[in-house]
């Protein structure tokens, strides 16, 4: 399945929010979602399902001084 991942399109095989981060390499990441410009809680990843063409949105927190 084809989704844009930031922006940059990806071909996918799996179809629920968790399992598509794992298969990015995102794993067990501290990060944020968004999946057609919803955001996503943590909680709700298990029940989100990717459809084709989809917009998912990853942001990973900057630590700076």
Not at 22 to 32: D, F, H, V
Request: glycine share 6%; with cysteine.
């Amino acid at each position: 399945m084809n989704i844009l991942v930031n922006g940059k399109a990806r071909n996918i095989n799996a179809t629920e929010l968790l399992e598509v981060l794992n298969e990015l390499g995102y794993g067990n990441a501290t990060i944020a979602t968004a999946v057609n410009r919803c955001f996503i809680p943590v909680t709700a990843r298990v029940d989100i399902t990717l459809s084709e063409n989809d917009r998912l949105e990853i942001v990973a927190p900057m630590q700076g001084s």
